[in-house]
């Protein structure tokens, strides 16, 4: 199994409502990444998890929290998020930092 | 502050023409260095990577790339062009703890 999953594809949320987004892996990595990708943009890194610790949050605003809950899973809660939130999220993972990232094929997150 | 530049935002090629997508990045100390492509309708994966010893590194599907620490630069080439090509190309890099990715290059590729 050599994919990263990622749930839902789609979300649209409100700015007062809480959500949170889901990647998966079974490749055994021990980093996993989140970024955030806007329309005709290159990934921006939000946060990096290594051995389920996280080891990089490039100043990311509090109203998004990352949650590493075992080596396989990463979640990304939402609450009270901005119009200029909406954007492609994308979770990535390799065996080990800095290693080549396998990537998710994204959430694409609508906040109204 | 570590940045990547990629200078070419658009390039239309006919079919088996030769390949050279520059990147060019800012960082003073050790890098790892990843070029990664999106095609149309799917996630990004990577094509190749440099982290060290030999500077010119082979990647999937032809193509390849090589590390000029003088010139900072990590250019990505392809003998010949295939319509398949057609994708938009990234390059990345890792410092210290930052990763970075540039701005992306269209690659269009006429039949």
């Known amino acids: 199994d050599t994919e990263v999953t990622q749930t839902p594809k789609h979300l649209v949320m409100g700015m007062t409502n809480k959500k949170s987004l889901k990647c998966e892996q079974h490749?055994?990595?021990?980093?996993m990444y989140w970024y955030k990708q806007k329309a005709k943009k290159p990934p921006e890194l939000m946060f990096v998890?290594?051995?389920?610790?996280?080891?990089i949050n490039e100043s990311v605003p509090s109203r998004f929290s990352p949650e590493c809950p075992n080596s396989s899973l990463l979640n990304l809660h939402l609450h009270a998020l901005q119009p200029e939130d909406s954007a492609l999220y994308l979770c990535?993972?390799?065996?080990?930092?800095?290693?080549?990232?396998?990537f998710g094929p994204g959430t694409r997150l609508l906040v109204l | 502050a570590q940045s990547v530049s990629q200078h070419n935002h658009h390039v239309i090629l006919s079919e088996a023409a030769s390949l050279e997508l520059g990147c060019n990045y800012s960082y003073g100390g050790t890098v790892n260095l990843f070029w990664y492509v999106q095609y149309p309708g799917q996630h990004l994966q990577l094509l190749l990577k440099?982290?060290?010893?030999?500077?010119l590194v082979k990647g999937i599907k032809g193509f390849e790339a090589e590390f000029i620490k003088s010139k900072f630069s990590f250019n990505l080439r392809k003998p010949s062009v295939q319509w398949s090509d057609t994708a938009e190309y990234f390059c990345?890099?890792?410092?210290?703890?930052?990763?970075?990715f540039g701005t992306g290059t269209r690659l269009k590729v006429l039949a």
């Open positions: 998890y290594s051995y389920e610790k996280l080891s």
């Open positions: 440099y982290f060290s010893g030999d500077p």
């Open positions: 990535a993972s390799s065996r080990l930092e800095p290693e080549p990232q396998y």
């Open positions: 490749m055994g990595h021990r980093a």
């Open positions: 990345a890099v890792k410092g210290t703890y930052k990763y970075i």
